[in-house]
């Protein structure tokens, strides 16, 4: 088998290629752990071209692979030699450090838990000579060994051959019952600001992954290729080794091209900000009509980015060179979401037929809807539990409801409304989902009364406001009466910065009285009592009537028939004007 130098290999003459080629045949002896002509070997080229060079050598003194990096770092390989990967790999990794520094990095002492090295080796190297060198081993627990660094003619070449074999003892041979944690680990990255990261560090932990780092690169807009700049993308993929990552999630919604071209330079899988949002809602739906739009959202979301996965899908240009399976592959993989996004709509069609059907049902007994709307996370449910005596679901999670839900309810003055929980809006809510949780998020749009919920104990309260209203008005729901609600009054010290805010605290009880009135004063505001006196020669008009509002008491009289029943002011007007102010008998306003 013939081998080759791998890695940046662009610009190097095809005479450094070839001395790096023979380093192949190079044989280490048996108490050899790094001879020193291999050293000056590897600093003379790493000098000329400015440039770290890695290569892995065997327990039997062979070098089994060479690879050329940048003048800063150099890609280490999952090299391994052995099947079970708790155990050592068998191959060390030495490589060089062109600044001088001969010191481990955090990314080379990551490479060496991940990859379960023998040992990783840093060489400073200056002016084509070997400086100081630095070695580390695995422990016992995955706990680090690391000598101090040594001059490059003073290595303790036996004394670390023994540290390879006496960690071997060790490593992997750990009580297999110990209980590890499955969670993902996670390097956050974001243009826009800190506020938004720290967000989506929380989308991240409900998403059950483990943040491990979080970095901002301020950008007016995102890059085309990879939505941050080529350098800091290099610099991330070495924060993501140094820190053990398994995902790196994104704070914007990136496009497949951008995911595809991350991956390569990362090494990690990439997620972004709308995909993320989708776990979270995968996880959470529970009913039905849940999971049709959450799996809708995410087909919707996938369909546009099938060139992003792998390149075996991303043959879309015609001609030589781009026809056969990989197109075919393409095209396979989209007829089969757009077949299951079809059946998908046929459900959901069939369920907002039923749920019309109810919608309808509440309307001719004329109950009116009181919505709970409002940021994620912000007490809607803890809110509809404290009114209403429920036990829905609640957690200090975000996207903690995603099913709408109604329990009936009654005011002071005995009119029955309908008061329901709403999944929580967000910053940057994904379009696919708008688009699949219509029908959800209609509750909010045609519900008589709104009760905007806003979190008194966050910082970004204003901004989350905004978000609510924005999203609101995306759904056309602009007109209804709204009541502008601060919850966890009790957990920090707010004002009421919009006019006429209720101040409760869902979790206490305080307020909660007072929000009770302002609800059934806008609903009175709409709706009133009347009752109406039909004489027996009209008859006919109470088969109008009745349908249109909740009636409270229908009495026959020597005149006629008198009807009691809680009506909107529209259709009262409306009645009215069609047969006359005779038949109105007396209007509680």
């Known amino acids: 088998m013939k081998y080759q130098v791998e890695g940046n290999t662009e610009g190097v003459r095809d005479a450094m290629l070839a001395r790096l080629d023979s380093l192949y045949g190079y044989e280490l002896g048996q108490d050899d752990f790094l001879p020193r002509e291999l050293m000056k070997l590897l600093a003379e080229c790493s000098c000329r071209l400015n440039r770290e060079i890695a290569v892995y050598i065997t327990r039997d003194g062979e070098i089994v692979h060479v690879a050329i990096g940048t003048d800063c770092d150099v890609e280490l390989t999952d090299y391994r030699l052995r099947r079970n990967t708790r155990r050592l790999s068998r191959v060390r990794c030495v ?56 001059r490059w003619y003073r290595l303790p070449e036996k004394a670390w051959l023994d540290q390879i074999v006496f960690s071997d003892g060790l490593v992997g041979r750990e009580d297999t019952r110990e209980v590890r944690s499955d969670k993902e680990r996670a390097v956050l990255m974001g243009i826009e600001s800190m506020d938004s990261l720290e967000e989506l560090r929380r989308l991240a932990e409900t998403a ?62 990439v997620v972004d900000r709308t995909m993320l949002i989708l776990d979270i809602f995968a996880q959470r739906a529970s009913s039905a009509e849940g999971k049709l739009q959450v799996e809708l959202a995410q087909l919707q979301y996938q369909s546009t980015r099938l060139i992003g996965q792998g390149l075996v899908l991303s043959r879309l240009a015609g001609g030589i060179g781009t026809r056969g399976p990989g197109e075919s592959q393409l095209e396979m993989n989209r007829r089969r979401i757009r077949e299951r996004m079809t059946d998908l709509r046929a459900k959901m069609t069939e ?5 019309s059907v109810r919608r309808k049902s509440r309307e001719r007994n004329e109950t009116p809807v009181v919505a709970l709307v409002g940021y994620t996370n912000a007490g809607k449910s ?22 709408a839900v109604s329990r009936r309810m009654e005011t002071a003055e005995k009119t029955e409304y309908l008061l329901t929980d709403t999944v929580g809006f967000i910053r940057k809510l994904p379009h696919t989902l708008i688009s699949a ?16 919920v806003s979190d008194g104990a966050s910082p970004d309260m204003l901004q989350q406001h905004d978000t609510v209203e924005e999203v609101l008005a995306e759904l056309g729901a602009t007109e209804q009466k709204r009541i502008e609600v601060i919850n966890k009054c009790d957990a920090a010290e707010v004002s009421p910065v919009f006019p006429g805010a209720v101040m409760i605290s869902a979790k206490t009880g305080e307020g909660l009285e007072e929000l009770r009135q302002k609800i059934a004063e806008a609903l009175q505001a709409s709706h009133t009592l009347v009752t109406f006196m039909i004489p027996f020669s009209r008859y006919g008009i109470l088969a109008e009537i009745r349908p249109l509002g909740r009636v409270i008491s229908e009495n026959h009289t020597a005149e006629g028939t008198e009807l009691t029943l809680y009506l909107s002011k529209e259709d009262t007007a409306r009645i009215v004007r069609k047969h006359g102010a005779g038949i109105l008998a007396a209007t509680d306003a």
Do not use: W
């Open 95 to 150: 490589h060089t450090h062109p600044d001088g520094d001969g010191r481990l990095s955090d990314v080379d002492l990551s490479a060496l838990k991940i990859f379960r090295y023998d040992a990783m080796t840093a060489i400073g190297v200056r002016n084509e000579e070997p400086t100081f060198v630095q070695t580390a081993f695995l422990g016992e627990g995955e706990e680090l060994i690391l000598p101090e660094p040594v």
């Open 208 to 269: 059950g992954a483990e943040v491990a780092g979080v970095f901002l690169q301020k950008r007016d807009r995102p890059d085309g290729a990879l939505c941050i700049g080529k350098g800091r993308a290099e610099e991330l993929a070495r924060d993501c080794q140094a820190l053990g990552a398994d995902v790196c999630i994104f704070d914007e919604e990136l496009t497949g091209v951008q995911v595809r071209n991350l991956e390569d330079i990362l090494r990690v899988k």
């Open 351 to 355: 369920l907002e037929k039923q749920r």
């Open 382 to 403: 803890t809110l509809l539990n404290a009114m209403t005596g429920s036990d829905v679901y609640v957690q200090d999670q975000l996207f903690a409801t995603l099913d």
């Open 437 to 452: 949780f219509r029908s959800t998020l209609e509750e909010a749009a045609l519900a008589d009364v709104l009760v905007i």
